[in-house]
């Protein structure tokens, strides 16, 4: 059964960093990729950044690219999320995914309930 079990969220001020973890079952490695997502106050859930399984090559929604970094760790079965330059917009739940595709916009998740993720708040 699909797990996924997201941390390192917290309070940081703009222009801060945070790097999140998402601790994966085995499983998630049958699936094309693992994928980042946010939900802000109000609003949609919205693809952030994505990481192929079998290649590593990655996905970044515009609205993040050249602030956010994702990475895996084969060994811990974790992919990570750098989150450099963090501005308010950034504030959300953060959640990860099994996806079949690296293009979040369109790619369908795995599982298709969100688990808890873990709160980013970006605020002076």
């Known amino acids: 059964q699909l797990q996924f079990v997201e941390s390192g969220g917290g309070l940081v001020q703009p222009g801060g960093s945070l790097r999140l973890s998402c601790a994966h079952s085995?499983?998630?490695?049958?699936?094309?990729?693992i994928g980042w997502f946010r939900q802000a106050p109000g609003k949609e859930h919205e693809g952030v950044s994505a990481?192929?399984?079998?290649?590593?090559?990655?996905y970044y929604a515009d609205s993040v690219k050249g602030r956010f970094t994702i990475s895996r760790d084969n060994a811990k079965n974790t992919v990570y999320l750098q989150m450099d330059s963090l501005n308010p917009e950034d504030t959300a739940i953060y959640y990860c995914?099994?996806?079949?595709?690296?293009?979040?916009?369109?790619?369908?998740?795995?599982?298709?309930?969100w688990g808890q993720g873990t709160p980013v708040t970006v605020s002076s």
């Open positions: 995914a099994s996806t079949d595709s690296l293009y979040l916009p369109l790619a369908k998740r795995f599982p298709e309930v």
């Open positions: 085995m499983d998630s490695l049958d699936y094309y990729a």
């Open positions: 990481i192929a399984i079998g290649d590593s090559s990655t």
